[in-house]
C-alpha cells in the first residue's frame, strides 16, 4: 500500500519528530537511532518544523537532529523531509509569525539546518490572524519559484482556508489534527476537500497527543479487544483506522524511541473490517446526544 504526496507515491505511514525535542526528551544518539530505525522499516515521510525545541534557545533543534540523521542515512533518497515555518518561540511559549519577510528567513534557516538545497515539503504551520493569509501563502509560492521548496503545504486550516490557498499555489498537502478523539475534520469537510483535490491530509497527533498516546496502553476495553483480537498494538490499530478513513491520509505518528516507530510502521498490515472501524471511531468521539 501506498499513498500520494504531490506527485510522489510514499508509505502510508510518516514519522512526527515532535517528541525528540520536548522537554522530557532523552538523548539526541536515541533520537537518531529512531529516525534510521524508521527509514529502514521503509518509513519515507519525517515531519519536523523549525519551532520544535524546547524554547526559544534551541530553536531548530529538531530540524538539526533530522539534518545529523540523514548525513548517515543508508536510503537518504527514498527520504521526504517534511518541515514548517510561520511559528516562533518566546521562551517556552508558542507565537505565530506570518508574516512574508519571516517564513522566507525562516526557510532559508530550515535549509541550512536540514542541510539540504530545496525542502521536499514545506509547510505554513498556522494561519497569523495579524497577517491576511493569502500573503503568507504568496510567500510560499516566491519559495517554490526560487527553487527552495519543492512541494508547499499548508497546517491548521478551514476548508475556506484551503480553497483560498489553491488559487494561490498548489497545495501538496493539509496537515490539521485528526484522530479518534478529534474527529472535526471528518464533520467539518477539511478531509472531504482534500480527497476532492487530491491533497495529502496529514493527521496530527493521532493518538490525542504525547501524554494520552503515554497512556494509551491502558486503552479503553473496545479499543484493546479490536488490538487483542488482531494481534496487534492499540497504536497500530488506531493508525489503520486513521488509513482506512480515507486513501488521501497519511498519518504522522510522532515517536522519541526505535520501538515506537518500528510498531507504528507496521500499521498498513492491519485492515481493520467495518464493524471495528465503528467500534473505534465512537470509542473517543462524543456522541450527538451528550456533546
Ligand atoms: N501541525 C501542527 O500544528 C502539529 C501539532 C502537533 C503535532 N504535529 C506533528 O504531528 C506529530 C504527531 O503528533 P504528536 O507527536 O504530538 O502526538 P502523537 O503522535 O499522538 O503521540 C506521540 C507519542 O506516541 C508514542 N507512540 C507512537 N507510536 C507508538 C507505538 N507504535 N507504540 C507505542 N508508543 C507510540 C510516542 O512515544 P515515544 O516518544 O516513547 O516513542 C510519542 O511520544 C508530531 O510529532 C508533529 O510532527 C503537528
Known amino acids: 500500500m501506498k499513498r500520494n504526496l504531490g506527485d510522489r507515491s510514499i508509505h502510508p505511514i510518516g514519522i512526527g519528530c515532535l517528541p525528540m525535542s520536548t522537554r522530557d526528551r532523552r538523548d539526541d544518539g536515541r533520537s537518531v ?6 527509514v529502514d522499516a521503509g518509513v519515507q515521510l519525517l515531519d ?15 530540524e538539526r537532529l533530522i539534518g545529523r540523521a540523514l548525513r548517515s542515512c543508508s536510503r537518504r533518497e527514498d527520504v521526504l523531509v517534511a518541515t514548517k515555518g510561520g511559528h516562533t518561540r518566546r521562551g517556552s511559549a508558542w507565537e505565530l509569525d506570518g508574516r512574508p519577510e519571516h517564513l522566507k528567513a525562516a526557510c532559508e534557516a530550515s535549509l541550512r539546518r536540514l542541510e539540504v538545497e530545496c525542502i521536499d515539503l514545506y509547510q505554513f504551520h498556522r494561519p497569523d490572524p495579524a497577517v491576511p493569509f493569502e500573503e503568507s501563502v504568496g510567500a510560499l509560492r516566491e519559495l517554490q519559484q526560487a527553487g527552495k521548496v519543492r512541494l508547499v503545504g499548508i497546517s491548521n486550516v478551514t476548508v475556506a482556508q484551503i480553497e483560498a490557498a489553491r488559487r494561490i499555489v498548489d ?24 480527497e476532492r483535490y487530491g491533497i495529502a491530509f496529514l493527521p496530527w497527533s493521532p493518538f490525542g497527543g504525547i501524554e494520552r498516546a503515554a497512556v494509551l496502553g491502558d486503552a479503553a476495553a473496545p479499543l484493546r479487544a479490536v488490538a ?48 471495528d472501524f465503528d467500534a473505534i471511531a465512537g470509542l473517543f468521539t462524543p456522541s450527538p446526544s451528550s456533546a
Open 228 to 275: 487483542q483480537r488482531y494481534g496487534f498494538s492499540p497504536y497500530r490499530v488506531i493508525l489503520a483506522w486513521l488509513l482506512a478513513c480515507s486513501e488521501v491520509v497519511i498519518p504522522i505518528p510522532g515517536a522519541s524511541r526505535p520501538e515506537s516507530a518500528l510498531d507504528s510502521a507496521q500499521a498498513p498490515r492491519v485492515r481493520l473490517d467495518r464493524g
Open 171 to 194: 497545495v501538496a498537502s493539509v496537515q490539521n489534527e485528526l484522530s479518534p478523539c478529534f474527529a472535526q475534520p471528518l464533520r467539518n469537510g477539511e478531509l472531504e476537500t482534500c
Open 33 to 38: 537511532r529512531t529516525i534510521h530505525a524508521a
Open 48 to 62: 519536523t518544523a523549525d519551532a520544535y525545541a524546547r524554547d526559544e534557545s534551541e530553536l531548530g533543534h529538531n
